[in-house]
């Protein structure tokens, strides 16, 4: 059960409020700038990548002289007018090259950079390029990449707590399946794009639709062989990031940064879509082995899991994005007995990459899977079978990572939500009007999700801030996240707003920037509010430190008597304006200018011996979901959902349920009508939005219920007690294949598991109710 902790610690965290989006006027009149509407320097020149149309294959030459001559090209950029590291790999493997050497690894790499006095003149040439290859055998899938020795990318990674073997020998029941879990694409809507220019004396400033500024200021420094302070990197808001700015964006970046040193002009690249879709990774598909033994009454008591992935041609973060899906390949569940093994399988396409979940998704896939094996097996219904098998107190709480699970509500938060949602009388009609239905079946779903929060990089739980107070009272605020259309900058200001006693208009987030947040963490892991949030809030504290200090003494009251409120500053009896007392610090030489820095404290992790406290904290939730399909058409209808998500104390309750919504129509999205095509040559079929589906308005719910986990402040000292709202709604979507797969299962009666892949697109629904029902697929 829930801890409910007492009034006295709400308080302290302060009322949430939900504030509109700091940039909402903005958007909805279209003068939010983005990066192609940042006036481009006079005499800006376009750059547009040449890529590989093999998928791997050595150089034998590349004639490029065609593209030389065409009118409007100021330089064509090859791999030697690099002058530093030509290297984007962001974990030093040093296997990542901006522009190809002497082989290509996957169909589209970066071969040369056309520079050109337009975007226009540039991908026309581009096009003429004469490249002769030397073929090469192509790994392109798991199976193949197994097949042809199962070379890795990453060092496998085992996570083991008892005697896994024993405990599936001795099991009374014991199965074993395979699930397959499809990749996906970011598909957001800004693409990848930069704008570079060079200054005095080496300086190289470069605007960059990023997530990580920081890493982006260090590999564009070390491509042109300069110190990062002679590189400044600056994003005001992206259109969209999910992971696949990341990492995905410092090519773009290089490139421009290159093309601007070697002109001596300021240089753009804006990457066409289907450029864009060709050259950049996805989410990870996985295979996933599985071995469970349980009992009669659906209580797992061994799980032994394999979990494979195509990562494609280099390391890229394949590794952490691995290992966090074992992580959550236990989702809300305890196993008795467990191992978790990983396979970064190296393959020939596109360098899979960060994406929403970074690989969680993946492994709660898996442990719902497990589940769903157990429940038809037993005849048991899944919720009961999740309900039985949750994290608990005492010995049931430790996680196959030798974490110990301090704050499991997952019961508590399904339990609630079957009621809210009137789970039980729903599944009884849903079963009844199936026997009944030769072409529409119906099937429903209820399933929790546990969610890491941290990046288990430990050194990426760190964030610093700059905050200034003006003489007016007005305050400015700076630190090292990143806005993707999130929120985190509406967050940033409201921070200052409760400490300050100041109103909206009176607080004013400016571009994230590394000169002047340096070493920076990317906005990732769900972690961008909790790290820069605290950093923000240190570095208010000094300030009104300083402030408080001052005006004690100058009212001759004690510091405990002074207070920042709506309606002023209060002095002991004395009322001040908060300009008025920023004017009155300022004559008294007091510094209103303060550096804020946060580190997240109590985690560990040893990748050596698969141990330790990778996550400061788990955010919880549930979702409901009910689906039709079609046995016709293999087409499907999301009916309704209901989520419950735990926020702790939430910052902003609007945004926090914008996130959850669109995280959920994300996920489902994924598992539903999102699939990625390569045909036998290692191309990208679906590389356009008129190959590849994300979900439309159409697509959503016809019934949407979501609601914030009401009085469950965050048992940790988080910013006012919050919780990370990024990744964890985006599981909210499993519960749809599983209701798909219940509707299936209704085709034998319920009696065996559809083992339903992702993405369940009508295709495969079609298979899997062919398989159903005994018919040939």
Wanted: net charge negative.
């Amino acid at each position: 059960m829930l801890e409910r902790l007492p009034e006295s610690a709400v308080i302290e965290g302060g009322a949430s409020r939900s504030l509109k989006h700091e940039s909402a006027e903005l958007h909805v009149s279209g003068t939010a700038a983005y990066l192609d509407d940042i006036p481009e320097p006079r005499g800006t020149l376009h750059v547009v990548p040449g890529l590989s149309t093999r998928a791997h294959a050595r150089l034998v030459s590349m004639d490029l002289d065609a593209v030389r001559a065409v009118p409007g090209v100021v330089r064509v950029l090859t791999a030697a007018d690099v002058p530093g590291d030509n290297q984007v790999s962001p974990v030093h493997a040093l296997d990542e090259p901006i522009l190809a050497e002497d082989r290509v690894f996957y169909w589209g790499q970066p071969l040369f950079a056309v520079v050109a006095t337009s975007r226009a003149v540039a991908r026309r040439a581009a096009r003429l390029a004469r490249v002769e290859y030397e073929d090469m055998p192509a790994i392109l899938d798991v199976a193949q990449a197994r097949k042809n020795g199962g070379v890795t990318v990453w060092r496998p990674l085992t996570m083991t707590r008892g005697d896994v073997d024993a405990g599936l020998v001795a099991a009374p029941r014991r199965l074993s399946g395979r699930i397959t879990i499809g990749g996906q694409e970011h598909f957001y809507l800004e693409g990848q794009a930069a704008l570079a220019q060079p200054g005095e004396a080496g300086e190289m400033r470069v605007w960059s639709s990023t997530q990580h500024p920081s890493e982006t200021q260090h590999l564009v420094a070390a491509m042109l062989g300069r110190p990062h302070h002679l590189v400044t990197t600056e994003v005001r808001r992206m259109g969209g990031g999910f992971g696949g700015k990341e990492t995905q964006a410092n090519t773009v970046a290089c490139l421009a940064a290159l093309a601007a040193a070697v002109t001596g002009r300021a240089a753009k690249l804006r990457l066409d879509r289907d450029d864009d879709m060709m050259m950049t990774g996805k989410r990870h598909d996985f295979v996933v082995d599985y071995d469970v033994g349980f009992t009669d009454d659906g209580m797992l008591l061994a799980v032994d899991m394999v979990l494979a992935a195509r990562c494609g041609w280099s390391a890229d973060l394949s590794g952490p994005v691995i290992d966090r899906a074992l992580f959550h390949a236990d989702n809300a569940y305890f196993y008795p007995d467990v191992r978790f093994r990983s396979e970064a399988l190296k393959t020939n396409t596109q360098s899979n990459t960060a994406f929403r979940g970074f690989g969680g998704p993946q492994g709660i896939v898996a442990a719902e899977r497990v589940i769903e094996e157990v429940a038809f097996a037993t005849g048991l219904d899944p919720l009961d079978v999740r309900l039985h098998n949750v994290y608990g107190m005492g010995s049931r709480d430790v996680t196959p990572y030798h974490m110990t699970v301090e704050d499991s509500i997952a019961a508590e938060i399904m339990s609630d939500l079957a009621g809210r949602a009137d789970y039980r009388a729903r599944r009884r009609a849903i079963r009844a009007s199936n026997a009944d239905s030769p072409y529409i079946r119906r099937g429903i779903a209820l399933m929790p999700v546990k969610f890491g929060i941290s990046f288990t990089a430990t050194h990426y739980n760190q964030a610093g801030a700059l905050v200034h107070v003006y003489t007016d009272g007005s305050v400015q605020v700076n630190h090292g996240g990143t806005e993707m259309g999130q929120g985190l900058h509406t967050k940033m200001v409201q921070i200052a707003m409760r400490e300050f006693g100041l109103g909206e208009d009176r607080v004013r987030i400016t571009a994230t920037t590394t000169g002047k947040v340096p070493n920076t963490s990317a906005t990732a892991a769900s972690s961008g509010a909790d790290l820069n949030g605290m950093a923000v809030l240190d570095a208010i504290r000094r300030i009104k430190g300083r402030m408080i200090a001052f005006a004690a003494e100058k009212w001759a009251v004690a510091e405990d008597e002074i207070s920042f409120e709506a309606d002023g500053v209060h002095i002991g009896e004395t009322v001040l304006p908060f300009a008025k007392l920023a004017w009155e610090a300022y004559f008294a030489r007091i510094s209103l200018s303060a550096t804020g820095f946060y580190k997240t404290p109590k985690i560990s992790w040893d990748p050596a011996t698969g141990r330790g406290r990778p996550f400061f904290y788990f955010a919880y939730g549930a979702a409901c979901a009910e689906v039709a399909i079609d046995l016709l058409t293999g087409e499907m209808a999301i009916e309704r959902v209901d989520i419950l998500h735990d926020a702790g104390q939430s910052l902003n309750p609007a945004i926090d349920i914008g996130q959850i919504e669109g995280g959920f129509v994300q996920g489902a999205g994924w598992l539903t009508t999102e699939e990625l095509v390569w045909d036998s040559f290692g191309r990208l079929r679906t590389h356009a939005p008129s190959t590849y589906k994300i979900p439309a308005c159409s697509d959503r719910p016809r019934i949407f219920n979501v609601s914030l986990l009401e009085n469950a402040p965050n048992r940790e000292a988080t910013i006012f007690r919050s919780k990370a709202v990024g990744e964890p709604p985006f599981v909210h979507g499993v519960a749809v294949l599983q209701a798909i797969s219940d509707a299936l299962a209704s085709l034998d009666d319920y009696r065996t598991c559809p083992r339903l892949d992702a993405p369940a697109t009508p295709e495969t629904i079609l298979r899997t109710a062919a398989r159903m029902k005994g018919e040939p697929v």
